[in-house]
């Protein structure tokens, strides 16, 4: 198979989707891999690595396009891909095309087969593409909260671990999942006193199994939240309702309650926030104050930190690359549940249930179709 690998267009996206050890396992098996050139330039991935590892550096996108059976990509192509469309092409990246109709219909004129990384799931029932994501935000939540607790960036002027003679910053997580499991282990490492709250309570058994008591576990109620916001240097945003705006756990009262120059770092900010004060913010203006209390809730946390976000989330979506390219779109489709669940355009028609719901389309499931 050929395999086109175009660079990212969407606005500050410094992802790739391959890296030169894919290129080199995808060569390895005969296949050929077209990278557009630069493509993984801003993940610190060279043209030079991508072609010492068989990759052959394509000058223009729509040469990658043209040429490709399969695209794999990032982000869901932008108005200027849209062009690139044509029957028969495989298109493997996240697509989120729930609010995209237009997105959706240019996918489905050219019969393109959009194969969605977020709706791919694994044996366990889990999301497998979404979840690296999440457990680099939920790392990086705690390296972004400790220096914004800094004096110089508006914070109250405390070291997340302390010394010794001074005590450790508090830090609260609410959401107890991939998020928030990441971000207490990087604030336990950092050596704060780490309180997570959970609606869940085998969650919470979980963790107070998981971290050995190391943590204090907490039942979500507004009680129990507006008494651990106002103790807490740094409060973090981790709950998600599946397919749901986020409810807003910590309102506007507690937020007013909190120390001056504590931190909230929303990861939650994608699905709305689970912080009442949260706005979503950007790389370049990522940070904002409400009542004295330092606000970050930027919604792509993971393009601050590139080249890990890229062998984490190429890590996780290889594999599925590779069972495309073995056994081409079709035969993998059919034999793999996971894979299946995760096309949403196929042959001209929308196979994708809540897509077809939120923009009010008919669908027909994929395996009907392919029959
Ligand atoms: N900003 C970013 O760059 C970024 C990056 C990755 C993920 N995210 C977002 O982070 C959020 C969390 O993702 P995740 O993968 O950890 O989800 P997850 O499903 O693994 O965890 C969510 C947790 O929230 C808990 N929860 C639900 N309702 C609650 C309540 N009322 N009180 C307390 N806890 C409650 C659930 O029990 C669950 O344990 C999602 O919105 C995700 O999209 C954002």
Same mark, same amino acid.
């Given at each position: ?6 660079k ?6 410094s ?11 995808l060569s390895?098996?005969g296949h ?7 493509a993984?330039?801003?993940s $610190? ?5 991508f072609?010492s590892?068989?990759?052959?550096i394509?000058g223009? $996108?729509?040469?990658?396009?043209g040429?490709?059976d ?6 869901e192509?932008?108005?200027?891909e849209?062009g690139f ?10 697509l989120?095309?729930?609010? #995209?109709?237009v997105?959706?219909?240019?996918? #489905?004129?050219k019969?393109?087969? +959009?194969?969605?990384y977020?709706?791919?799931?694994d ?7 979404? =979840? ?9 939540s705690?390296?972004v909260?400790a220096?914004y ?7 109250r002027g405390?070291?997340?671990? +302390?010394?010794p003679?001074?005590p ?7 959401g107890?999942?991939?998020? +928030?499991?990441n ?5 336990l490492?950092?050596?704060?006193r780490v309180?997570i709250?959970?609606?869940n #309570? ?11 008591g190391?943590l204090?576990t907490?039942?979500?109620?507004s ?5 651990? =916001?106002a103790?807490s240097?740094?409060?973090?945003? +981790?709950?998600?309702?599946?397919g749901?705006?986020?409810?807003k ?6 937020v $007013?309650g909190?120390?001056k120059?504590?931190v909230i ?6 699905q709305?926030g689970?912080?009442?004060?949260a706005?979503?913010?950007t ?8 009542n004295?209390?330092?606000h970050?809730?930027?919604t ?5 930190v590139?080249?890990?976000?890229? #062998?984490?989330l ?8 590779m069972r495309?390219a073995?056994d ?8 793999d549940?996971?894979i ?5 355009t196929y042959d ?7 897509v077809?719901q939120?923009?009010g ?9 392919l029959?």
């Open positions: 198979m050929i395999i086109g690998v175009p990212e267009v969407k606005d500050h996206e992802r790739v989707g391959i890296t030169p050890a894919g290129v080199k396992a390895e098996a050929k891999v077209l990278v557009e050139t630069h993984g330039e801003l $610190a991935f060279t043209d030079d690595a072609q590892a068989g990759a052959e394509v223009s $996108a729509h040469n990658v396009w040429m490709a399969m695209v794999v990509k990032v982000k192509p932008v108005e200027k849209y469309f044509r029957e028969g092409l495989v298109l493997f990246t996240y989120h095309l729930a609010p #995209l109709p997105l959706t219909d240019k996918l #489905l004129a019969k393109v087969t +959009g194969i969605a977020e709706t791919i799931r044996k366990q029932g889990t999301l497998p593409l979404l =979840t690296p994501m999440s457990e680099v935000a939920g790392r990086m705690v390296q909260g220096a607790l800094e004096k110089e960036k508006g914070g405390v070291l997340l671990g +302390g010394v003679g001074v450790p910053a508090k830090v609260c997580i609410i107890g999942g991939i998020v +928030g499991t971000a207490a282990k990087v604030a490492g950092m050596g704060a309180k709250i959970d609606l #309570l085998n969650r919470l058994r979980e963790l107070d199994d998981i971290f050995n190391r204090i907490v039942a979500s109620n009680y129990n939240v507006a008494r651990a =916001t103790e240097d740094l409060v973090i945003g +981790g709950v998600l309702i599946p749901a705006a986020a409810p756990i910590v309102t506007r009262a507690m $007013a909190m120390m120059g504590s770092v929303d990861v939650a900010i994608d709305g689970c912080i009442e004060t706005k979503p913010t790389h370049s203006d990522p940070s904002y104050e409400v004295g209390v330092v970050y809730c930027v792509n946390m993971p393009a601050a590139p080249n890990t976000s890229t #062998l984490a190429t890590n996780a979506t290889f594999p599925y690359v495309l073995r081409g779109a079709r035969a993998a489709i059919l034999a549940d996971g299946r669940e995760g096309v949403n001209g028609k929308l196979t994708y249930h809540a077809a939120s923009q389309k008919p669908w027909r499931a994929v395996r009907e179709v029959a």
